[in-house]
């Protein structure tokens, strides 16, 4: 089991970061600061939000991580984690102010073993780490639930402590919450909620590691009726352990004067691809404020929108100088091509469009297939192939690895996803040589993953035991550019059902 845990601890599955970075325009410049952390080099605070199950695709509108930065230059930003246990973080945007920021990291990835895994966060010179629990059940609501006292219970929640930016009338986003404080004593997924009050609840989800004191942050959805003090009470996981905190909402500003700067060329973040979810995905504007307060601006929802909404609000200062503003992005565009988008909100005296064009699903040079029965299943879509070291490697260190990894996805609407991961001790890969998942003996772990349409999740692994027949995996060719192969065996999902895939092939690039 040693290598096992080994080789998921190193296992990286690149093409999930790759699709989602697109090239970013810096016109305005690279933002500059620091990440704020404490004394241990934990990022301070920082929010994992949304559950983490072994072998469960994360979803970035439930999956991602708040953490601050403390801006000293705007500017343009991507920031991304290293790639541990299958998945990683990541985010693009602009900081317009100097400061305090929040910044929301999209988790992307599927992880492949249950644990507790530490990234690592770089923006600028500053370096800080964070911590997600992965739970070992899938998805389907098999997890072992947390165990945990909210810190204050059952009265008042000890050291609940508000975003400052709650006002009335105006929607809330991804900068309001509220962070309370829970003692685990039993390590596993959790969920906590609020009703509403005042037009505004509460809610937080995922998974928590055993420790005392740890940080939960409460995200608001809803938009305050009125100004006040206004008390919550928390309904949790744990039915023993109960809270209240009261929220205070600030009376509602004055509406902004202000004018849109087109034909001020928009900086778009994001992959805007036609079938994928724009989660995640931003554009900033530019505004000129002659009188200061709240706006709120959104884009027409017709049907030329490419099933795409653009929108944002906040406080404007007044000011001869332009201001940035961030739009978010949602929906799923529905087919690739340039669109046109027509501004609206409060408070404006202009009017302004901008074109945002979708691109075609992104293919490699190569190809990722197999059947089940007499059915081709093909995996055009991002699919790739990585190795951890280069080719040809040096000596592996001891009790490290030399993984490949191989990974496609049949494209939307299909959900059916396709990936393999080859772990082994030195020497390295070598042409004609087949692995299987008998080869535990021999350091060798291979992990295939394969979902089908519906969602439904097999796997083939490597354990302790003889399987028969068992999965295996032949590199034809492999070099420095490129890894040709073939593969075939059964997989078997978490009702015992197996299939089996005959005529595997990928030839790919190597990166």
Do not use: H, W
């Amino acid at each position: 089991m040693k290598y096992y845990r080994l080789f998921f601890l190193l296992c990286t599955v690149s093409f999930f970061i790759s699709s989602c970075q697109k090239e970013l325009s810096y016109e305005a410049g690279l933002g500059k600061g620091t990440l704020k952390k404490d004394a241990a080099g934990e990022c301070l605070p920082s929010n994992v939000n949304g559950s983490y199950f072994k072998d469960s695709l994360l979803k970035p509108t439930t999956n991602y991580v708040d953490i601050q930065v403390s801006v000293s230059e705007p500017g343009s930003y991507f920031i991304k984690t290293d790639s541990i246990n299958g998945y990683s973080f990541y985010a693009a945007g602009f900081f317009t102010v100097q400061g305090l920021n929040t910044v929301r990291l999209i988790a992307s990835g599927k992880p492949l073993a249950a644990g507790s895994d530490m990234f690592t966060v770089k923006f600028d010179t500053s370096v800080c780490q964070f911590n997600v629990t992965v739970t070992g059940a899938g998805g389907g609501g098999g997890s072992s639930a947390a165990v945990f006292t909210l810190v204050g219970s059952p009265t008042t929640c000890t050291g609940a402590v508000q975003s400052n930016n709650f006002y009335a009338t105006m929607p809330a986003t991804a900068s309001n919450y509220v962070d309370i404080k829970v003692d685990v004593t039993t390590a596993g997924s959790y969920t906590i909620n609020t009703g509403a009050v005042n037009g505004v609840s509460f809610s937080a989800n995922g998974s928590l590691a055993l420790g005392t004191s740890q940080n939960i942050r409460l995200l608001a959805s809803g938009t305050p009726s009125t100004a006040g003090s206004f008390p919550y009470a928390l309904n949790t996981t744990a039915p023993a352990s109960n809270c209240g905190f009261n929220l205070t909402v600030q009376a509602a500003p004055t509406p902004a004067m202000y004018t849109f700067e087109c034909p001020s060329k928009p900086i778009f973040y994001g992959t805007y691809q036609a079938g994928v979810s724009t989660a995640g995905d931003s554009v900033q504007i530019n505004v000129t404020s002659v009188a200061g307060g709240s706006y709120s601006i959104t884009t027409s929802t017709t049907a030329s929108s490419n099933g795409v909404v653009f929108a944002g609000s906040g406080i404007l200062q007044a000011s001869a100088i332009p201001q940035m503003v961030t739009l978010y992005a949602s929906g799923t565009p529905t087919t690739s091509g340039p669109f046109t988008y027509t501004l609206t909100g409060t408070g404006v005296t202009s009017s302004c469009i901008f074109i945002q064009t979708y691109s075609v699903a992104t293919t490699t040079n190569g190809i990722l297939k197999f059947n089940i029965g007499s059915v081709t299943k093909t995996f055009n879509f991002l699919n790739s192939a990585d190795t951890s070291l280069v080719t040809p490697p040096p000596a592996a260190p001891p009790g490290n690895y030399y993984i490949l990894s191989v990974a496609g996805d049949a494209g939307s609407p299909s959900q059916e996803m396709f990936s393999f991961n080859i772990g082994k001790a030195a020497p390295y890969f070598t042409n004609g040589t087949t692995y299987t998942v008998n080869q535990l003996m021999q350091s060798i772990i291979l992990n295939v993953t394969y979902t089908d349409g519906s969602g439904t999740i097999y796997n083939a692994a490597t354990d302790a035991s003889t399987q028969n027949p068992a999965f295996s995996i032949t590199i034809s060719s492999i070099t420095t550019t490129r890894v040709i192969g073939t593969f075939t065996g059964p997989v078997k999902n978490s009702s015992g059902m197996i299939i089996t895939i005959t005529q595997g092939s990928f030839d790919l690039p190597l990166q």
